[in-house]
């Protein structure tokens, strides 16, 4: 069975940092797509970041361009999301998911593109 575990949500003050991590385990593959989306209260679910282990494409979506990074460790299975000058619109239920294999890079930030999802993991931006 397949998991995906997300970490590393928490309270934060506008202007201050944190690091989301996800995991995926069950499943061997030789390469993974994954990607960071998020849900703020009353609002659809939207793509944040998405990374390849083959080649180690990023993706982002221009609210976070420049504020986010998205890393991996393929020994580890896991992805990173580097969050930083975080702002109070940044508040939202944060989900990772994953695809065994690799998307093309025009697939990466759209949700029908993964098969694998976490719970999520709350991040709060408030003063």
């Known amino acids: 069975q397949v998991q995906v575990v997300e970490s590393g949500g928490g309270l934060v003050q506008p202007g201050a940092s944190l690091r989301l991590s996800c995991t995926v385990s069950g499943r061997t593959a030789s390469t993974w797509s994954m990607c960071w989306f998020r849900q703020a209260p009353g609002k659809e679910r939207e793509p944040v970041a998405a990374?390849?282990?083959?080649?180690?494409?990023?993706a982002y979506t221009d609210a976070v361009k420049g504020r986010f990074t998205i890393s991996r460790d393929n020994a580890k299975n896991t992805v990173y999301l580097d969050m930083n000058s975080l702002k109070i619109e940044d508040t939202a239920v944060y989900f990772c998911a994953a695809r065994a294999g690799r998307l093309i890079l025009s697939a990466l930030l759209y949700p029908e593109s993964y098969e694998y999802w976490g719970q999520g993991t709350q991040v709060t931006v408030s003063s």
């Open positions: 990374t390849r282990w083959s080649g180690g494409n990023t």
